[in-house]
């Protein structure tokens, strides 16, 4: 049996469901998902990188008859180009937090009873305030480790005591240790990761919340990704109801315009259901 090599450094037996998984989540369109699949089978070694199985599919995307779905496939790599910093990653979980029905505000210093501490987001909700660690890593293979919980719900303590302040929340990109896991669990830390809880999710926040951020656009440059996310334009729909916000990068009439259909594309989906 064939066996594929995860990011983690782990082994396990290739599964076309796991792909045809994957491809149906990402709305592929119907007619593109069997083609997919048997472009995967096609290509497969023992021993593949399940990033080359990816890649792989990305570049299927591409160079099909609906190219703009390769963005919908493409959404946890967008989600770690938002750094370097963890800035825009902060602004990104707001923004999903806003679409949700929260009130935010992102990197406010409150004074605890020993120290002061600058919080990632602030969120209200139904009389409810949550303290939220935004932890963002831009690496498929790097887990929040157990000392990120633990720091997350000491400062949380710390600052409860001088604040109202009603959960602790652990948002990450990527996953969480069995540690970590095991330290919520006993603490009362609510940690939402990339594909846990079910149903509440990272990936299911967007999904709900039908939000995409901007480095989910092929047409742009990371140069230009970047030079975008500095100025606080975090999501697809800030192009599409602003197209005066792309007068910040040095584009041609044609790229503009390139780059303003792949963004009207992502939002129009996102209003039905992306």
């Not at 119907?30 to 890649?55: R, W």
Request: hydrophobic letters at 40%; proline letters at 3%; one cysteine or more.
């Amino acid at each position: 049996m064939l066996q594929v090599l995860k990011a983690n450094g782990q082994r396990e037996e290739f599964n076309e469901e796991k792909v045809l998984s994957s491809i149906k989540r990402a709305r592929i369109p119907q007619n593109l998902q069997n083609q997919v699949l048997a472009h995967i089978k096609n290509i497969i070694y023992d021993g593949i990188p399940t990033v080359e199985i990816y890649q792989s599919i990305l570049e299927f995307l591409g160079k099909s008859e609906h190219p703009y779905s390769k963005a919908r496939y493409s959404l946890k790599e967008a989600i770690m180009l938002l750094g370097p910093t963890g800035y825009p990653f902060e602004d990104f979980i707001a923004k999903i937090l806003q679409a949700l029905g929260y009130t935010t505000k992102v990197r406010q210093i409150l004074m605890g009873k020993c120290i002061s501490h600058e919080i990632d987001v602030i969120a209200k909700k139904e009389n409810k305030t949550y303290m939220i660690e935004a932890k963002f890593h831009n690496n498929i293979g790097i887990r929040s480790e157990v000392h990120v919980a633990l720091y997350t719900h000491a400062r949380f303590l710390d600052v409860k005591e001088k604040n109202i302040l009603d959960e602790a929340w652990l948002v990450t990109n990527t996953k969480t240790t069995t540690e970590a896991n095991a330290y919520a669990l006993c603490s009362g830390l609510k940690i939402i990761s990339w594909s846990l809880p079910e149903g509440e999710s990272l990936r299911d926040m967007i999904e709900k919340a039908r939000l995409h951020p901007i480095t989910i656009l092929n047409s742009l440059s990371h140069s230009s990704k970047i030079a975008l996310l500095n100025n606080h334009i975090i999501m697809c729909k800030d192009i599409h109801e602003n197209p005066h916000s792309l007068d910040l990068l040095p584009l041609s009439k044609e790229e503009k315009t390139q780059t303003l259909a792949e963004a009207a594309y992502i939002y129009q989906n996102e209003q039905n259901g992306f």
